[in-house]
């Protein structure tokens, strides 16, 4: 009897067993889906949209990284210093960490990286900076050295463009000849590229050598591209995808109360920018005009109409309400006076009005905006647009977005302010569309980049937002929440603010 009541005890401790281990096998494993647009530029530090940051995130890893709260987290550095001069930083690298090929990580790699970054002209430059040295001392220690302090030189150092390549990588991610047309796609990355076609999808499984234990959870991930935002709510709603993202408000609206998904969202910088070339030659050269289009825009009407009221209603500057201390909430803005737009154009010599073509690209509802743009500007009398809808990959990939005099240009969030302010408002900036240059906002965005102290700081961001009410030739009708939806098997999800960046290394499938 003793024997009997031995083996039911082990037979029921095997049973235990065997559902705990079944119930951790639903929760990892399997395949994600993502739905998303096709990817163009897919070199890791030039990549510019969501599904090319994606597909390098699963491959590729951070020194640090930029956690959707914006806070910094160790990646494959373990920890850093900074010397009390504020223009030394020291990074420990992770030990025992190796790229898809088998070749083990070390500091070289981080050096090229950032070397290259500089010679590619990468977007990463803009909170870098051009002239820091980076040095290896040792296989697991880097050392930056900066020639003046850079407030935002870490938030550089983890941002979305500096993925780590390996040491003399010269053409990342370009499709090789012959039998092992991926081995340009080497990371350390979770994940390892096993399919891609470019107008179809990317499959990728789980790295098996990946050097956080235990990650990632899922075997593998499958990036299917669809242009169309229609398209992608109707896969996801018959269980093609698993997980969309930038979802417009209307197409979001429509999945709230859906069975089997769960809508995602999250307050972010996000916005669209309304913009008027200011160089010579173009309409937006006298502040009289931009002044007028900011009088003709009911901007709040614009976030109720077209977002269901979702959105925040900040200034005409990139600096919003997300970013707490450093939002100058009592700041006034241009009302909505059609009347006073129709007398700042005449004042600016434009008697019979303006005429112009408003461009936009097909993405985010912002065909819609242009529309509700149309007909309000149309009721001063004194507006008239025709609009020009392009595709959003052609349209940025093409430079359109830069080159037309009137243009709608969706913005993604970035974790500081001042990224924005490098990026597209600086004289130099790499993203400067509208092609204003004014020398007090360089300045002032110069003197924030040296600036450590918060409440000094938000002074500056104050006179820089007064100075786009004043001159700046773009309006940003709300600051937009990052909206999502997934199945409800999808467990771990965290959408990041730039869903791009997601990362998927915790996320699992449940109910499997």
Request: charged share 20%; aromatic share 10%.
């Amino acid at each position: 009897m003793k024997f009997l009541r031995t083996v039911r005890f082990v037979a029921i401790v095997v049973t235990i067993l065997l559902l705990v281990s079944l119930s951790v096998s639903a929760q990892q494993g399997g395949t994600l889906r993502v739905g998303m647009n096709a990817p163009i530029t897919l070199d890791p530090a030039l990549h510019p949209n969501d599904s090319e940051t994606a597909l390098n995130r699963a491959i590729y890893d951070y020194l640090i990284e930029i956690l959707p709260d914006s806070s910094i987290a160790p990646n494959l550095a373990s920890e850093w210093t900074i010397s009390d001069d504020g223009l030394t930083y020291t990074f420990t690298l992770v030990e025992g960490v190796t790229f898809h090929d088998g070749s083990p990580f070390s500091s070289a790699d981080v050096v090229y990286t950032f070397n290259r970054l500089r010679e590619v002209g990468s977007p990463a430059l803009n909170l870098l900076g051009t002239d820091y040295e980076v040095s290896a001392p040792d296989a697991q220690t880097v050392v930056f050295t900066l020639p003046a302090i850079n407030a935002d030189f870490l938030y550089g150092v983890g941002s979305r463009w500096t993925l780590i390549v390996k040491d003399g990588t010269t053409t990342p991610n370009e499709l090789a000849a012959g039998d092992s047309p991926y081995v340009n796609f080497n990371g350390t990355g979770p994940f390892v590229l096993t399919t891609f076609s470019p107008d179809d999808r990317a499959v990728l499984s789980r790295n098996e050598a990946y050097w956080q234990e235990g990650l990632p959870l899922l075997d593998g991930l499958e990036f299917v591209y669809m242009e169309d935002p229609i398209a992608q709510v109707d896969a996801l709603r018959s269980g093609t995808v698993d997980f969309i993202f930038k979802i417009s408000s209307d197409l979001f609206s429509s999945l709230e109360g859906a069975d089997g998904i769960t809508t995602l969202q999250r307050p972010t910088s996000q916005h669209p920018v309304i913009r008027v070339r200011a160089d010579a030659g173009f309409a937006g050269e006298n502040p009289a005009v931009r002044q007028a289009l900011k009088y003709a825009t009911d901007r709040a009407a614009l976030n109720d109409l077209l977002l269901e009221g979702r959105g925040t209603v900040g200034h005409n500057d990139p600096i919003g309400p997300v970013y707490g201390a450093f939002y100058d909430a009592t700041i006034e803005d241009q009302p909505y006076d059609p009347a006073q737009a129709c007398a700042l154009l005449s004042e600016a010599g434009l008697t019979d009005g303006l005429s112009l073509t408003l461009y936009t690209p097909d993405s985010l509802g912002y065909p819609d905006l242009a529309t509700v743009l149309q007909q309000m500007w149309a009721e001063t009398g004194c507006i008239t647009v025709e609009i020009e809808v392009r595709p959003e990959t052609v349209y940025y990939s093409s430079n359109e977005w830069a080159e037309v005099e009137l243009g709608i240009t969706g913005y993604g969030a970035r974790p500081i302010p001042q990224q924005f302010l490098v990026e597209a408002y600086d004289s130099n900036g790499l993203y400067n569309e509208s092609h204003w240059s004014n020398e007090e906002l360089d300045a002032l965005i110069d003197q924030a980049a040296l600036t450590t102290d918060e409440a000094a700081r938000a002074q500056i961001y104050s006179q820089i937002a007064q100075i786009f009410r004043d001159e700046g030739p773009i309006i940003i009708p709300w600051f937009a929440p990052m909206l999502g939806a997934s199945s409800s098997s999808v467990q771990g999800l965290e959408l990041a603010p730039f869903p791009g960046s997601t990362d998927f290394r915790q996320v699992s499938i449940g109910g499997m």
